[in-house]
């Protein structure tokens, strides 16, 4: 079997975001991390190899050379290829062309099961993975917490309001992990020194068959037109004096400031 790793480098949860004077994100001094709904597919990838044996799992990303970091993470976790998109004319586009890109390049490898998060958290779009599978023509199932595969089929439970929802499909299919599917290790010492002889192919837009106009922000449908941080919030009112009075003066300011009663 062979199992695609669709993976997002992203802005550590804990880092905290500064714009320039042009509102554009301060990337400087700021910590990188392999999205945490992409450590619980690439998880889940490696367990399935843990359970089925003869596995090759191959981990797609996107982005400038500093991915490798994360990409060789994955390596070290337990992932047996991986690839990186590396080409200036791909960035600056929108889920779609990420999309196209991604697809083209799963095209040229064997595939039976792709892996995804369920939404990187720095766009929180979700898009993605569903585009591929789209654009491959495969079925799909999203935010699962519990996979079973077995011979070309698999089973794929998903949290629904009701309880919980289990869809079974063919393979080549697709799939998206969401929280609870699995708790992502840690690279051990012998997986990360394994992790530097294992395979990290670079591509371009070249080696994908695509033309310019197909790809980053040539070939986006959604624009960015400006970036801006939330507006501060405002200090909280302690009340001080007596219960009674307290009571009646929250209700008034909930009434006439904050207009919510």
């Given at each position: 079997?062979?199992?695609?790793?669709?993976?997002?480098?992203?802005?550590?949860?804990?880092?905290?975001?500064?714009?320039?004077?042009?509102?554009?994100?301060?990337?400087?001094?700021?910590?990188?991390?392999?999205?945490?709904?992409?450590?619980?597919?690439?998880?889940?990838?490696?367990?399935?190899?843990?359970?089925?044996?003869?596995?090759?799992?191959?981990?797609?990303?996107?982005?400038?050379?500093?991915?490798?970091?994360?990409?060789?993470?994955?390596?070290?976790?337990?992932?047996?290829?991986?690839?990186?998109?590396?080409?200036?004319?791909?960035?600056?586009?929108?889920?779609?062309?990420?999309?196209?890109?991604?697809?083209?390049?799963?095209?040229?490898?064997?595939?039976?099961?792709?892996?995804?998060?369920?939404?990187?958290?720095?766009?929180?779009?979700?898009?993605?993975?569903?585009?591929?599978?789209?654009?491959?023509?495969?079925?799909?199932?999203?935010?699962?917490?519990?996979?079973?595969?077995?011979?070309?089929?698999?089973?794929?439970?998903?949290?629904?309001?009701?309880?919980?929802?289990?869809?079974?499909?063919?393979?080549?299919?697709?799939?998206?992990?969401?929280?609870?599917l699995n708790e992502p290790r840690y690279p051990a010492l012998k997986g990360i020194m394994q992790a530097k002889k294992k395979e990290l192919k670079i591509l371009g837009l070249a080696d994908l068959g695509l033309t310019e106009n197909q790809v980053g922000s040539n070939g986006a449908n959604l624009k960015v037109?400006?970036?801006?941080?939330?507006?501060?919030?405002?200090?909280?009112?302690?009340?001080?004096?007596?219960?009674?009075?307290?009571?009646?003066?929250?209700?008034?300011?909930?009434?006439?400031?904050?207009?919510?009663?």
């Open positions: 079997m062979n199992i695609i790793v669709l993976l997002k480098q992203t802005f550590d949860t804990e880092a905290k975001i500064q714009l320039d004077s042009n509102n554009n994100v301060i990337t400087d001094n700021i910590q990188y991390i392999i999205n945490p709904y992409d450590e619980f597919a690439l998880e889940e990838a490696i367990r399935i190899k843990e359970k089925l044996g003869d596995v090759i799992i191959t981990v797609v990303s996107m982005g400038p050379r500093k991915v490798e970091e994360a990409l060789r993470q994955a390596l070290a976790m337990g992932a047996d290829k991986s690839i990186l998109l590396n080409d200036e004319v791909l960035f600056g586009g929108d889920e779609h062309t990420a999309a196209v890109a991604l697809s083209q390049t799963i095209k040229q490898i064997p595939y039976d099961l792709i892996i995804g998060g369920q939404v990187a958290i720095d766009d929180g779009s979700g898009q993605v993975a569903i585009r591929v599978a789209e654009i491959l023509d495969i079925p799909q199932v999203n935010l699962v917490t519990k996979l079973d595969v077995e011979n070309n089929k698999l089973a794929a439970h998903r949290q629904v309001e009701v309880g919980t929802e289990v869809i079974e499909v063919f393979l080549p299919a697709m799939i998206t992990a969401q929280k609870g037109i400006s970036t801006f941080l939330p507006a501060p919030r405002n200090a909280g009112r302690i009340l001080s004096g007596e219960i009674s009075e307290n009571v009646q003066e929250l209700v008034r300011l909930l009434r006439e400031e904050a207009k919510i009663i």
